[in-house]
C-alpha cells in the first residue's frame, strides 16, 4: 500500500483515473473493462468475483466469466479496487472511492460480514518494522475475525441482513 493522507479525500474521476491507467499499462480501453468498473464502483459493500460478474452483465451483457477474472488484477494494480482474502474459498474486493488511511477488516464469523475500519497506525507499524530490518514495505493487512456479542445473547446477528 502506499503512504494515504490521514484524511479522507474523494478520489475524483475514478472512471477516467482508470482509463489513464489502461492507457499507461498499454492495455486497450474496451466495453467490457468499462463495464466491469462501472459494476464494481456501483457495489456499495464488499463483493466477490461472481458478484461483479452478475453485476456487469447487467451493464454490457457480452462480459465473460474469464474477462471479469483477467480485470481484477488489473483493477486491483490500479488503487482503485482492493483485493481482500478472509482465508475462505472467495477472494472479496472492495472499491477505493476514497483516498484514506490504511483500512483494516473486521470479519464477523457469525454472519460473514466484512466491516472497514480506519487503521491509520499501520503505515507507521510498516514503517518502524521494515526499518528495523532495512526493508522497504509493499503492503500490508490487518484483518481480524470475531463474534457478534449480539448474536451470542439473542441468537441472531443483527448486522447480517445490512
Known sequence: MTALSEQSVEIENP???FKKFLVSKGLRVTNQRMAIFDAAFELNDHFTAEDLLDRSRQLDDSV???TVYRSLPILTESGLIREIDVGHDNKYY???RQARTFQ???ICEDCGKIFEVDAPFMEW???TVCDKLNMKPDSQRLQVTAH???RADTGVCERAAK
Open 15 to 17: 472512471r477516467d483515473t
Open 64 to 66: 465473460s466469466r474469464a
Open 94 to 96: 472492495h472499491s477505493n
Open 104 to 106: 483494516a477488516q473486521v
Open 125 to 127: 507499524y510498516g514503517k
Open 148 to 150: 457478534c456479542l449480539f
